[in-house]
């Protein structure tokens, strides 16, 4: 400890080589799926230890290391000085220095944090260009609605789908409580979009079901085989559940995890009886393949999408995106442009038979940022 501590004085202003990083200095590498962040041609702190960051609760920042290995422990480090001003958030890789034992009481150091896969932010609201990270590394955003109690906002699909084409992150439509009522309705919204849709339902009587339970201990029987299928699309990813209270996320998270959450794991170091704080939990899938994560995220209710830039939403739309190639430049490509290269592609036939429905559903995606300056998630 006192050795890492000595170093802290001198070495690791290398790391950054600056000392006053925003948000927006992050550096984000696209990567392919699974691999490990680059650790070299990092002079500063060869020995310390690589691990993912599962959650963050008031400056301390709680990670597994040694993931799936017979040695895999969770460590609570606090930020080392130099990075104060670094975000690190759920799904981020650090580098830990000290005591990184994990031993009741101990605290290492984080000294460093990896660069991103991928990195889903938001604004603080439509007008408000500054950015707040929110998770890192995810692979695919869960979005969760029920098809009824709570009614399903198309608002908050549209807003969650934006930041998701946004942040590069595949989206996964998740809708619950099926049995309460059909979603043909809802779903033929999004039949146009690059969006795989689940529906989740409990069970019947007479069907297999799996016991679980919500956070607030209501049980329930969910659909063996629509949970199947969720953890078909989970399996080997790290993904981001995103749904408002009431949707039954929590029934379904604890179905998967086997319900870690209030039973030990993570909670079990932080000692606290189950996850209270609004910030994002990272929990490990059961009986999935190594480096299978799901983010809850029960504090983010609101995404404003000021820093959104169109062309990384056509980008979800490749059979649309060759028809900007004549655009003016600066062409936003939504409902008002005058000229947009997109109307003559579609109307040519050039993404066809389904194209002026895509283009009517991105045009719609491209214009929830006017469309909605409402700050709360879904309320419209
Ligand atoms: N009918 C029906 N009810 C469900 C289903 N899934 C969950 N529920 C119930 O919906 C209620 C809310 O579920 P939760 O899991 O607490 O919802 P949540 O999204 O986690 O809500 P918060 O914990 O407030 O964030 C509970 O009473 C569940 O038993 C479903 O598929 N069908
Ligand atoms: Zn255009």
């Given at each position: 400890?006192?050795?890492?501590?000595?170093?802290?004085?001198?070495?690791?202003?290398?790391?950054?080589?600056?000392?006053?990083?925003?948000?927006?200095?992050?550096?984000?590498?696209?990567?392919?799926?699974?691999?490990?962040?680059?650790?070299?041609?990092?002079?500063?702190?060869?020995?310390?230890?690589?691990?993912?960051?599962?959650?963050?609760?008031?400056?301390?920042?709680?990670?597994?290391?040694?993931?799936?290995?017979?040695?895999?422990?969770?460590?609570?480090?606090?930020?080392?000085?130099?990075?104060?001003?670094?975000?690190?958030?759920?799904?981020?890789?650090?580098?830990?220095?000290?005591?990184?034992?994990?031993?009741?009481?101990?605290?290492?150091?984080?000294?460093?944090?990896?660069?991103?896969?991928?990195?889903?932010?938001?604004?603080?609201?439509?007008?408000?260009?500054?950015?707040?990270?929110?998770?890192?590394?995810?692979?695919?955003?869960?979005?969760?609605?029920?098809?009824?109690?709570?009614?399903?906002?198309?608002?908050?699909?549209?807003?969650?789908?934006?930041?998701?084409?946004?942040?590069?992150?595949?989206?996964?439509?998740?809708?619950?409580?099926?049995?309460?009522?059909?979603?043909?309705?809802?779903?033929?919204?999004?039949?146009?979009?690059?969006?795989?849709?689940?529906?989740?339902?409990?069970?019947?009587?007479?069907?297999?079901?799996?016991?679980?339970?919500?956070?607030?201990?209501?049980?329930?029987?969910?659909?063996?085989?629509?949970?199947?299928?969720?953890?078909?699309?989970?399996?080997?990813?790290?993904?981001?559940?995103?749904g408002h209270s009431g949707v039954g996320?929590?029934?379904?998270?604890?179905?998967?995890?086997?319900?870690?959450?209030?039973?030990?794991?993570?909670?079990?170091?932080?000692?606290?009886?189950?996850?209270?704080?609004?910030?994002?939990?990272?929990l490990k899938l059961s009986d999935a393949?190594?480096?299978?994560?799901?983010?809850?995220?029960?504090?983010?209710?609101?995404?404003?999408?000021?820093?959104?830039?169109?062309?990384?939403?056509?980008?979800?739309?490749?059979?649309?995106?060759?028809?900007?190639?004549?655009?003016?430049?600066?062409?936003?490509?939504?409902?008002?442009?005058v000229d947009c290269g997109l109307d003559?592609?579609?109307?040519?036939?050039?993404?066809?038979?389904?194209?002026?429905?895509?283009?009517?559903?991105?045009?719609?995606?491209?214009?929830?940022?006017?469309?909605?300056?409402?700050?709360?998630?879904?309320?419209?």
């Amino acid at each position: 400890m006192r050795h890492s501590f000595k170093r802290s004085r001198r070495g690791p202003l290398t790391v950054a080589g600056r000392r006053t990083w925003d948000e927006s200095d992050v550096r984000i590498r696209p990567n392919k799926r699974g691999s490990r962040p680059r650790t070299k041609d990092r002079p500063a702190h060869e020995d310390a230890v690589v691990g993912r960051i599962v959650t963050v609760d008031r400056g301390r920042y709680t990670a597994v290391v040694d993931e799936d290995t017979p040695r895999e422990r969770t460590v609570i480090a606090a930020r080392a000085r130099e990075l104060r001003r670094t975000p690190v958030v759920a799904g981020d890789f650090v580098a830990l220095v000290g005591d990184v034992s994990g031993e009741p009481d101990t605290l290492a150091r984080l000294v460093r944090v990896e660069d991103r896969r991928t990195l889903l932010r938001r604004s603080a609201d439509d007008t408000d260009p500054v950015e707040r990270v929110v998770v890192a590394n995810a692979d695919q955003l869960v979005i969760v609605v029920a098809a009824a109690n709570p009614e399903p906002r198309t608002g908050f699909i549209d807003r969650a789908l934006v930041a998701a084409y946004d942040a590069g992150i595949s989206p996964l439509l998740c809708v619950t409580k099926a049995d309460l009522r059909d979603p043909a309705e809802l779903l033929s919204h999004y039949q146009h979009l690059p969006l795989p849709v689940l529906v989740s339902r409990t069970a019947e009587e007479d069907a297999t079901g799996v016991e679980t339970s919500s956070d607030e201990g209501q049980s329930a029987r969910l659909d063996v085989e629509a949970l199947e299928r969720l953890r078909g699309y989970l399996d080997g990813s790290v993904s981001v559940l995103l749904g408002h209270s009431g949707v039954g996320k929590s029934t379904m998270v604890n179905a998967l995890t086997g319900a870690q959450r209030a039973t030990g794991g993570v909670n079990a170091v932080t000692g606290r009886g189950r996850h209270t704080s609004s910030s994002a939990l990272a929990l490990k899938l059961s009986d999935a393949a190594p480096g299978t994560w799901i983010i809850d995220t029960p504090g983010i209710r609101s995404f404003g999408l000021a820093h959104v830039d169109p062309d990384r939403i056509l980008a979800a739309f490749p059979d649309l995106e060759p028809g900007i190639a004549d655009c003016e430049r600066g062409c936003k490509h939504d409902e008002y442009a005058v000229d947009c290269g997109l109307d003559s592609w579609v109307s040519s036939g050039q993404a066809g038979s389904s194209g002026p429905a895509r283009l009517a559903s991105l045009r719609r995606l491209l214009g929830t940022e006017v469309r909605q300056q409402a700050k709360e998630l879904g309320s419209q």
